[in-house]
């Protein structure tokens, strides 16, 4: 049984950096496999996938193009947890963030989903 | 990447069955077989329904089914109960890779 536990600041001020990292408790994050999500939800924006950290024999990201050049994650396999940050950070990025497993091309277990909120 | 297109809503009665449909591009849900549904209930994390187009995860049940055709895709809730009243949405890999679906409340009368 996969289990993810988000962790991380609920509140987060413009133009600084949003980081939240998801630990990972049944999986191992360097699984050559699996592949760990960061997605968010918003009542403006829906749900949205932000990108993904993986493992075949080294490391790979993907981004989504709405936030390349500010998102970056960061894995690590003595935690066993991986980790996103987004930088320069508006209201617009405001959203429930939630971490996710991937296998087959779909979303099997979701972290608890953190809500970030960008306020001065 | 624009957002794959779904109802706003559906409801049915109980032991009923609606079709939710899920309107993509040759880019997203025509070009690859990973559709996968998700089911919310409010203040929860989503839940995978359906993946692989039409493929269930274990524990749930059968009265979910995904198809699909050309560049739409469909869950159907097959048996209405009250617990399928929730928000659901498909989601598509998309080479970028991927895109959600805009989401629909289900309701059940």
């Known amino acids: 049984q996969v289990q993810l536990q988000q962790s991380g600041p609920g509140l987060v001020k413009p133009s600084q950096t949003l980081s939240l990292t998801c630990a990972i408790s049944?999986?191992?994050?360097?699984?050559?496999?699996?592949?760990w999500n960061w997605i968010r939800q918003s009542p403006s924006r829906g749900l949205e996938w932000l990108g993904r950290?993986?493992?075949?024999?080294?490391?790979?990201?993907d981004y989504a193009v709405s936030v390349k050049g500010r998102i970056t994650f960061s894995p690590d396999t003595s935690t066993n947890q991986f980790s996103l940050h987004l930088n320069s950070v508006t209201v617009e990025d405001t959203a429930v963030y939630y971490c996710a497993s991937e296998d087959s091309g779909s979303f099997q277990d979701w972290g608890q989903g953190t809500l970030v909120t960008v306020s001065s | 990447q624009s957002a794959l297109t779904q109802p706003r809503s559906v409801s049915g009665s109980p032991g009923q069955s609606v079709t939710i449909f899920c309107t993509g591009t040759s880019s997203d849900v025509a070009g690859y077989n990973y559709v996968s549904w998700y089911q919310q209930h409010p203040g929860k994390a989503p839940k995978l329904m359906i993946y692989?187009?039409?493929k269930r995860p274990s524990g749930v049940p059968d009265r979910f089914s995904g198809s699909k055709s050309g560049n739409t895709a469909s869950l159907t809730i097959s048996g209405l109960q009250a617990e399928d009243e929730a928000d659901y949405y498909c989601c598509s890999y998309a080479g970028s890779p991927y895109v959600f679906g805009t989401g629909t409340k289900v309701t059940v009368l």
């Open positions: 692989d187009v039409t």
């Open positions: 049944g999986d191992s994050v360097s699984r050559d496999t699996a592949a």
């Open positions: 950290t993986y493992y075949r024999s080294k490391w790979y990201n």
